[in-house]
C-alpha cells in the first residue's frame, strides 16, 4: 500500500523578501523584448528583414499596444482606415479613423519562440496568431502593400464595393496577415460597403475575424 505524505519539506518559492511573482515576471518579459528589440534592429542594420506576426489584442486597444511596443523599441504597426460616417440632423460627419483588421496588431521581430513568448507580457496582449512555436508569419513586402492600401483608402468603409456575400460562401482574402487564406462568410453583407465577419481555419481550429468586404474575393 503506498502512503500519501500530508506535509512537506523546505518554503515555497519566492516567499523570502518582497518580490511579488507579477513584478519577477514583468521584469523577465521586459527583459526578452529588450533583447528582441535588439536582435531585430541588428538584423536590420545588416540588410536582413525579420518577418512580421500577427499579435491578437484586445478590440479597441491596438494603438495602445503599438505604442507600448514602439516606447521599448519593437517595430509595429497597426494599419488604419476611415470608419463609418454618421448623419445626423443633415449634417454628415465624417467616420473616425480605426484598424482595418480588428483586434489585430502587425509585430516585426526575430522568429524566436522565447521573444515572442515575451509579447504576451504586454498589457492588452492576448497571443501570437499561430503560437509562439509555430507562428504565422506575414513577409515584409506584404506588410508594406497592405499598409500602402489601407492609406490610399481601399479598405475605408464607405467606399463601395462590387461585392454581395451570403452567409456560408467561400472567399479568399486578398490582403494582410491573413493574405491568400480561404474563408466562409460568416455574417451576411449585401450593403456593398462596410465590414464581414468571416471564419478563417488556422492550427485545426476555426477563428471568427472582422474584415472590410474589400478585402475579400468571391472563390
Known amino acids: 500500500m503506498i502512503m ?3 506535509t512537506f519539506t523546505g ?16 521584469r523577465i518579459t521586459d527583459g526578452l523584448l529588450d533583447e528582441g528589440a535588439l536582435v531585430t534592429v541588428n538584423c536590420r542594420i545588416n540588410g536582413g528583414k525579420a518577418p512580421w506576426f500577427a499579435l491578437r489584442v484586445w478590440t479597441g486597444r491596438e494603438k495602445d499596444v503599438e ?17 463609418p460616417d454618421h448623419r445626423r440632423r443633415g449634417r454628415v460627419i465624417e467616420g473616425a479613423m480605426m484598424p482595418v483588421i480588428h483586434g489585430y496588431v502587425l509585430v516585426q521581430m526575430i522568429a524566436s519562440a522565447e521573444y ?16 509562439c512555436e509555430r507562428p504565422m508569419r506575414v513577409s515584409d513586402a506584404e506588410v508594406s502593400r497592405f499598409n500602402t492600401l489601407a492609406r490610399g483608402g481601399t479598405y475605408d468603409w464607405e467606399r463601395p464595393v462590387d461585392l454581395s456575400l451570403r452567409a456560408g460562401e467561400a472567399v479568399w ?20 460597403r462596410g ?12 477563428v471568427p475575424v472582422t474584415v472590410p468586404l474589400a478585402l475579400l474575393k468571391k472563390l
Do not use: Y
Not at 505604442?67 to 470608419?83: C, E, F, Q, T
Not at 515575451?118 to 503560437?131: K, P
Not at 465590414?195 to 476555426?206: A, L, P, Q, R, Y
Open 4 to 6: 500519501q505524505r500530508s
Open 11 to 26: 518554503s515555497p518559492i519566492a516567499l523570502h523578501g518582497h518580490d511579488r511573482f507579477a513584478d519577477r515576471m514583468r
Open 67 to 83: 505604442k507600448a511596443l514602439d516606447a521599448i523599441g519593437i517595430r509595429s504597426l497597426v494599419p488604419m482606415r476611415k470608419g
Open 116 to 131: 515572442l513568448a515575451g509579447l504576451l507580457g504586454v498589457e492588452h496582449a492576448i497571443d501570437v496568431l499561430g503560437g
Open 173 to 192: 482574402i486578398s490582403a494582410g496577415p491573413f493574405c491568400d487564406r480561404k474563408a466562409t462568410v460568416v455574417t451576411p453583407n449585401r450593403n456593398g
Open 195 to 206: 465590414d464581414v465577419v468571416v471564419s478563417i481555419s488556422i492550427m485545426g481550429g476555426e
